[in-house]
C-alpha cells in the first residue's frame, strides 16, 4: 500500500470513531428489539398461497390457450392461401401466333447458352419454352437449316 491509501483509511476511520456516528450507534442500540409476530406471518404465508394459486391457474390456462391460438392462426393462414383467388400477372407481350413463338425460342435459346455454358451439354437441357410448332406451313426445315 502506498501512503495515499493509507491516509484514505485513516481518514474512514477517523469519521467512523466520530461523535456523530457514536450518538447514531448509542440511538440504534437504543431501539427496541421486535420480532415479527406470529399473526403477521400467518397473514404474509396466506397471501403468498394466494398469488401462487392464481399464478398456477394462469400457467394452466396458457399452456392450453397458447397452442390453441397457434393452431387457430395457423388454419386462418391455410384458409387465406388456399381460398384465395389467384391473379396471375398478365404477359407483356399479347399472344399474336408465329411472334411469341420466336420471343419464346429466343429466350429459351438464351437460357439454353446462359446453362450450358456452366458445363452442360445443350443436349442434357430439357426446355419447356415451346412445346408445340405452329401449324401454319410457311416453314420448311431447309428454310430453318438455312438460317
Known amino acids: 500500500m502506498n501512503g495515499r ?5 485513516n481518514s474512514v476511520d477517523d469519521m467512523i470513531e466520530s461523535p456523530e456516528q457514536h450518538s447514531v450507534r448509542k440511538l440504534v442500540q ?9 399473526a403477521w ?10 398469488t401462487a394459486a392464481a399464478k398456477k391457474r394462469r400457467n394452466r390456462l396458457n399452456w392450453i ?6 393452431l387457430g392462426l ?8 388456399l ?3 389467384s391473379q ?12 411469341s413463338a420466336i420471343v419464346s425460342d429466343h429466350r429459351a435459346s438464351v437460357l439454353l447458352g446462359e446453362v450450358s455454358s456452366a458445363g452442360l451439354n445443350v443436349n442434357e ?12 406451313g410457311l416453314w420448311t426445315d431447309s428454310d430453318v437449316q438455312g438460317l
Open 5 to 9: 491509501d493509507l491516509d484514505r483509511m
Open 30 to 38: 437504543a431501539l427496541p428489539e421486535e420480532s415479527l409476530s406470529l
Open 41 to 50: 406471518r400467518s397473514s404474509l404465508n396466506e397471501k403468498l398461497l394466494e
Open 65 to 70: 390457450l397458447r397452442p390453441a391460438l397457434g
Open 74 to 81: 395457423a388454419s386462418v393462414l391455410a384458409v387465406i392461401v
Open 83 to 85: 381460398f384465395h383467388p
Open 88 to 99: 396471375a400477372p398478365k404477359s407483356s407481350t399479347p399472344d399474336r401466333g408465329i411472334e
Open 125 to 136: 437441357v430439357a426446355s419447356e419454352a415451346n412445346p408445340q410448332e405452329p401449324d401454319d
